[in-house]
């Protein structure tokens, strides 16, 4: 049974017009949380469901969670302020792999797609013996920036907006690199778009790589189908089967992932 946990909310910091960082302090209940979780959050003053959000900092005393104000309910959680309390399900999914053996890695993050890649930066470049390059891509605006760039070997920032060092989408950097360097991982979150342009980059140059989807959820813990995914099953008929985002993933290899065309 899933835990939910009613937290203070600490501070809510703008990073951006419609960007910014909820956090709360971390109940001392909640066990480890991973990077690559998620929260499905709600606040009882706000008439909306729970919506899933990755962590984007863990502290021994606090919890992060760094959101875009898109539709209805995370509107409402920027409209939340320092005391209010926030009722946090959770940690949900499933957790990147990380391996002290990877020694060159490449890691991708694009829109909401950006925060959970900070806490795994902060896992990787724990490990002190990787060389970390970063690629983030954002619409407008870039955020979190300094943040990667205090934590990892190369930073390097696509905008569509050209506020950054390269105007475009960021899977242009990930080709470009995929085609001129080695890498033993890669790790991307971003829109369902990034994510399979990146899979099948990754799939042509031969590199593993780490998938984290940020599907449409209802009820976040296995119970309804509706963040399914469909991947490869040497078992079954079709020879594809589907899997839960929020329960079995949300982090799947590239290798199990079907898109269809
Ligand atoms: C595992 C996971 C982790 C996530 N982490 C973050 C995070 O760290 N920060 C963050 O800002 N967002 C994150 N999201 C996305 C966030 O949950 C959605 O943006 C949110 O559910 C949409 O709610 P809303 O109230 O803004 O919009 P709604 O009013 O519900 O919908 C508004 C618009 O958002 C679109 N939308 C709905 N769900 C998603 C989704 N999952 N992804 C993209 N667009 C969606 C709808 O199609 C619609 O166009 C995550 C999603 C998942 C599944
Ligand atoms: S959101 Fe219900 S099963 Fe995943």
């Known amino acids: 049974m899933k835990q939910s946990f009613l937290c203070q909310i600490l501070e809510l910091k703008a990073l951006g017009e419609s960007v ?39 502290t021994e005393q606090t919890l992060s969670f760094t959101i875009i104000a898109k539709g209805e309910g995370t509107k409402g959680f920027q409209r939340l302020k320092a005391g209010d309390q926030l009722d946090v399900l959770g940690p949900l999914g499933n957790s990147y792999h990380i391996d002290a053996a990877n020694r060159r890695i490449l890691l991708i993050g694009a829109g909401i797609g950006v925060p959970p890649q900070a806490v795994l ?13 970063v690629q983030l891509g954002f619409k407008d605006v870039p955020y979190m920036v300094e943040r990667f760039t205090a934590l ?10 050209g506020k950054g060092d390269y105007r475009g989408y960021v899977v242009d950097l990930t080709q470009c690199a995929l085609q001129t360097e080695i890498y033993d991982i890669v790790y991307v979150c971003g829109p369902p778009i990034v994510i399979e ?33 469909k991947v490869k099953d040497e078992n079954s008929a079709e020879g594809f089967w589907y899997k839960r985002v929020c329960s079995d993933g949300p982090v799947f290899w590239g290798s199990e992932v079907v898109f269809d065309e």
């Open 197 to 229: 342009k990146v899979a099948k980059l990754c799939e042509r140059s031969n590199t593993k790589v780490q998938l984290l989807m940020e599907e449409r959820m209802a009820c976040g813990i296995g119970a309804c189908m509706v963040c399914a995914c």
């Open 121 to 133: 930066a902060e896992a990787l470049a724990a490990q002190g013996n990787a060389h970390i390059t």
């Open 20 to 58: 910014f960082t909820i956090t709360i302090k971390r109940p001392q209940a909640m066990g480890e949380v991973r990077p690559g979780q998620f929260f499905q959050l709600k606040a009882n003053q706000l008439p909306y469901l729970r919506r899933p959000i990755s962590i984007s900092e863990i």
């Open 152 to 161: 990892t070997d190369d930073v390097i920032v696509a905008s569509e907006s």
